[in-house]
């Protein structure tokens, strides 16, 4: 049988350069903050708009993908999706004032969310015997993008400088626009226009809500590991900043070895069980990252809530792939948004307890998440059934 690699081999590898460039953006403004910083010169405050202007260029663009390339094809926005994020790290690198930076992190999450969700929606059209591995391969090309960056950053910034750092960055970026240029894509699933009976019925769908909420729940708890770990280390077991650096850095190397196996095991593990045991194992991993007593315990904790983590976001995906395939784009959409969501609202209320009660009191929002998560993912295995023995009875 035929792989996705087979069928579209130039098609596949610029999808997996689109992961990695988007790896990029989400990691480059928490890299590149403490250089504009010094270049621009704006308060703590200002930075925050920044974030919030960028994740709002995201969310929009994430709302619009989807229809626009079941309709048209995927082409036309990846491709538009790499220019622009090409413009930003531009305009970045000549920016003289905070109103330039702040348009240009804008058009950097705009470009940034359009170029993720179409390769993950692409990938998934055309891997639909192996949806779940595929995907979880992708999110390691997004890992090895997001790592990639504050190391570039750390060995270049005093030799090369902000703006000839920048201009790597664009470099980088035009790499997969020229790979999507060269590529074969599949035609557009809608070329005749949408039958909207049947696109109403995907957006009204309450499976669809369940992955989105189930997203919702799992992006926040990356975000808020990702964001809170290296403060509570230093704030609850007084870790020295560098050992900190180093937990985090193998938090996320754990998310990628676990997508890396979760790629290599293919079907032949429920989607369901793994989902459901990836959260269970969070779970228990971030009650004792809250109860560590030393660092080489809250590091064991780390690794673990990572692997934990790896599988579910991908593997829900390719749930969502297989359940709306003729509307997969604007499936994806809707359950990107309310992830994009999730990853913004979590660390910020985490960030609100832990102001009176300390950051291992928030994490318990982690804790009820992945139960959460299991429980979602059971309804939706119930959900699924359901609708499985329906069809067969027509």
């Not at 980088?172 to 070329?191: C, D, G, I, Y």
Request: charged share 10%.
């Amino acid at each position: 049988m035929k792989t996705a690699a087979d069928r579209f081999p130039a098609l596949t590898l610029s999808i997996f350069a689109g992961a990695f460039v988007f790896g990029i953006v989400m990691s480059s403004l928490g890299s590149l903050l403490p250089a504009l910083f010094g270049a621009i010169g704006f308060e703590k405050l200002d930075a925050g708009r920044l974030f919030l202007f960028m994740n709002l260029g995201m969310l929009i663009s994430s709302l619009l993908f989807g229809p626009i390339c079941d309709r048209f094809g995927f082409r036309a926005t990846l491709l538009v999706s790499t220019l622009l994020i090409a413009a930003a790290f531009v305009s970045l690198s000549g920016a003289g004032s905070y109103r330039t930076v702040l348009l240009a992190l804008a058009v950097l999450g705009f470009g940034g969310g359009a170029l993720n969700g179409g390769t993950n929606a692409l990938l998934n059209d055309i891997s639909p015997d192996r949806r779940g591995s595929a995907l979880n391969l992708l999110g390691i090309f997004f890992g090895f993008g997001a790592l990639f960056t504050p190391f570039l950053i750390g060995f270049l910034l005093e030799k090369l400088g902000l703006r000839h750092i920048l201009y790597c960055l664009v470099l980088l970026t035009m790499a997969p626009f020229v790979l999507f240029l060269a590529a074969r894509f599949p035609p557009a699933k809608h070329e005749g226009g949408f039958s909207w009976p049947a696109c109403r019925k995907v957006l009204q769908s309450p499976l669809l809500l369940l992955f989105g909420f189930l997203l919702f729940f799992e992006s926040g708890n990356e975000f808020t590991m990702g964001g809170w770990i290296s403060t509570y280390l230093g704030d609850r077991l007084a870790v020295d900043p560098r050992l900190a650096a180093y937990i985090l850095a193998g938090y996320w190397t754990a998310i990628m070895v676990g997508r890396f196996a979760v790629s290599r095991l293919g079907s032949r593990i429920s989607s369901s069980f793994l989902v459901i045991v990836s959260a269970l194992l969070a779970l228990s991993a971030s009650i004792g990252l809250i109860f560590s007593g030393n660092a080489a315990a809250a590091a064991v904790s780390a690794l673990l809530i990572g692997l934990g983590f790896a599988a579910i976001f991908p593997t829900t995906l390719a749930q969502a792939g297989t359940a709306f395939a003729d509307y997969s784009g604007t499936a994806f959409s809707i359950v990107f948004v309310m992830a994009l969501s999730g990853g913004m609202s979590a660390p910020w209320l985490v960030g609100r307890i832990a102001q009176n009660h300390g950051v291992g009191a928030g994490f318990w929002v982690t804790v009820v998440s992945c139960a959460a998560i299991a429980f979602l993912q059971w309804i939706i295995r119930l959900q699924s059934r359901r609708s499985s023995v329906q069809r067969l009875s027509l």
